[in-house]
């Protein structure tokens, strides 16, 4: 029997369908696949709970030289500074190993975060849908089914005013690099990105789906905002072959990013707080990371 491709990403009772699988993972990136479940056991030993892949690698669409190897690494309690830069390091020599891929991250969390009710429409989604399985038992299995509502559109991208001041200092740091041009693409690659996700979320409940390409995602946006359209398919293009115009920067945190905020405050509200962003009570002395 053939199998049946999910309308709009959902499967008939109209749930977001896990939209990625280690048989989908082209050929050529199989022996990037089988050295990352060979060595995160020897990274994290038994404080490992489980490992996924995400991105284009399980989605069977990664370009061989092109593609980064994204990783997310579940671990029993919440991950140290030391774990992180593990993760990192472990990225760095497979990207030096196999020219297969460009570059790429590790994400880490806890279990226990990754399981909470504040998670449940972040996080929690991000493991359930749009994750695969590599290691250990899979915690989708204690997360609910996802319907592409408004709820689900403010919890996953209803921060971007946070993310605003950061993103402005980051592009004036690149000002200051050996080769300021170089060292924009990447940045370009991930804000057009991101903001082409926030835009396709922002309209994702009237459209009724769910899409990982970003392509789609700036074609359903523009039936809904056809004056925003050409930006946004601007944007989709250089999430895939960015460049290093500094304008292209600038229209992205001055005008495109705050116009998004107003429009998704408006539409679904902010994102419930995390514990990081709020205040620091007094006395204490703990380290809290920033939004990414």
């Avoid at 049946?4 to 499967?11: F, H, I, K, Q, S």
């Avoid at 903001?195 to 359903?220: I, Q, Y």
Wanted: aromatic letters at 8%.
């Amino acid at each position: 029997m053939a199998e049946t491709v999910p309308r709009r990403g959902l499967d008939a009772r109209g749930h977001i369908v896990r939209e990625g699988s280690l048989a989908r993972v082209p050929g050529v990136f199989r022996p990037v696949v089988a050295a990352v479940r060979d060595r995160l056991p020897d990274l994290y030993g038994t404080r490992l709970h489980s490992a996924y892949l995400y991105g284009s690698i399980p989605r069977g669409t990664a370009r061989v030289g092109r593609s980064d190897l994204d990783l997310l690494v579940a671990l029993h309690e919440e991950p140290t500074e030391a774990d992180r830069a593990g993760g990192r390091a472990l990225v760095e020599a497979l990207d030096q190993e196999f020219p297969q891929i460009d570059g790429g991250g590790t994400l880490l969390h806890g279990r226990e975060r990754l399981l909470s009710d504040l998670e449940t429409y972040d996080l929690g989604f991000f493991v359930a849908c749009l994750c695969t399985p590599l290691l250990g038992d899979d915690l989708a299995e204690h997360l609910p089914r996802y319907r592409p509502d408004g709820l689900l559109a403010r919890e996953t991208n209803g921060d971007l005013a946070l993310l605003l001041p950061r993103w402005r200092e980051r592009v004036a740091g690149t000002a200051y690099a050996e080769d300021p041009e170089q060292a924009r693409r990447p940045v370009v690659r991930f804000m057009s990105r991101h903001l082409v996700r926030t835009a396709f979320t922002l309209v994702m409940p009237r459209w009724n789906g769910w899409s990982s390409d970003l392509h789609e995602m700036a074609e359903a946006f523009a039936g809904y905002y056809p004056r925003r359209a050409r930006q946004l398919r601007s944007a989709a293009v250089l999430g895939y072959e960015p460049t290093g115009d500094p304008a292209v920067l600038a229209s992205y945190v001055d005008d495109l990013g705050p116009w998004l905020v107003e429009e998704y405050t408006r539409v679904h509200g902010v994102k419930a707080p995390r514990p990081e962003q709020l205040p620091r009570r007094p006395g204490s002395t703990g380290a809290r990371p920033g939004p990414p």
